[in-house]
Structures are given as C-alpha cells and as structure tokens.
C-alpha cells in the first residue's frame, strides 16, 4: 500500500500567506498506519504499538511546518483537552465535530508541505515517532494499566533519551542514553526494500 499523500489543494493553500496555516482531516492516514504499522499483518509491523490498534486517534494534514524555540515543527501528537469553557468551549468541539463526527482523544498533525517531498523513510520515522508520544500508562510498579473497558489506558509520553552531545562526548552515557547508542549499533529492523513499498526517519527537528 503506497504511503498516504497530502492532497494537492492544501499545498497550493501552503504556499499563499494570506491564508496562514490550514488544517485538514486526514483518515487516509490513520488507515494507512493501522494497515501497515499496527495489524501484525503489515509491511513494517512494529509490535512497539500494539497498544493503539483500538485507540481514538485522528490524523490531520497541516499545509505548512512552523517554528518553535528555534525548530522546525513537521509533526506534533497532542491529547485533545479544551482548556476553556462557554462558547470557547462549544467551538472547540464544534470544530472538531465538523472534522471528525466526533471529539478524539487524540490528535497527530502532519505538515503537508514536508510530507510531500521527504522519503518514505523519512515519512515513517515521522509517524512513528508520533506514535511513540501515545503510550500506555503504567502502574508505580510498571505494570500496564487498562481501562475498566479492558482497553489499554493511555497517556502522553516524552522522548526516550533527551541528552546533549557534549556531556555524551565528555562523560559517557547514561543507562538511557546506551540504550539508544546500542539500538543505533544494531542492523536496522525495517530494510529500505520494506520501507519503499509502506513507508519514514525521524526528522530530529520534529516535535
């Protein structure tokens, strides 16, 4: 299954200033990632996600990256939480039954204009990496939580390893950090043949 594109009329928007920044609902996404990243069935299954087979997220397209503290943003996952009340509060949630028929848990948003030029690696380590920000909450002893529902609980999470170079360099790593120089060390588990037919490498700028 080829990788999901940005459609063309949100780009032509991207490239106008007089418009800013427009959002789009992208559910051609979510079923691409189901097929090929969740089901044990697709082409770069990664068990890592097993959690999110049943999970309410939605995927959107923005038309253009931003900035943020100097970066380049492409992708961002969020927890949909409306901070406000009244008509603020029913807008929101207008909004987002306009979107998706209904308000998500959570929310992946993709910069079209990126998306539409980088290699599918580049692509699939972008929604990974996304992915990775919704885990499945644990207990004080490690253990998986679970809705009374039975389904996974899940909650935002930070970048396994955030660390500079130059501590790295000058004083070693840390359990965390080794634990990423040895994945780093190891042979790729997606092969670039794999990749081409599904697929992304993490933008290090990204959210």
């Known amino acids: 299954m080829d990788r999901p594109m940005p459609p063309a009329s949100l780009l032509e928007l991207s490239e106008l200033s007089d418009f800013g920044i427009r959002l789009a609902p992208s559910p051609e996404v979510w079923e691409w990632l ?61 909004q987002m039954m306009d979107w998706f028929g209904d308000v998500p848990a959570y929310i992946i948003t993709l910069a079209a204009d990126y998306c539409a030029q980088c290699s599918d690696a580049d692509f699939c380590a972008l929604v990974e990496h996304e992915l990775y920000h919704i885990a499945q909450a644990k207990d004080q002893y490690g253990v998986p939580k679970f809705t009374q529902e039975g389904l996974p609980k899940l909650e935002m999470r930070g970048h396994d390893v955030e660390e500079f170079v130059g501590v790295v360099r000058r004083y070693g790593a840390s359990p965390d950090v080794q634990a990423l120089v040895d994945a780093a060390n190891s042979p790729a588990e997606v092969g670039k043949l794999n990749i081409s037919r599904a697929c992304g490498t993490c933008l290090l700028r990204s959210a």
């Open 34 to 94: 189901s097929a090929e990243i969740l089901a044990d069935t697709g082409s770069i299954h990664n068990e890592d996600h097993a959690h999110l087979i049943d999970a309410d997220i939605r995927v959107m397209w923005a038309s253009a990256a931003f900035s943020k503290k100097g970066r380049t943003v492409v992708g961002q996952a969020e927890q949909v939480a409306f901070r406000a009340g009244g008509w603020q509060k029913a807008r929101m949630e207008q």
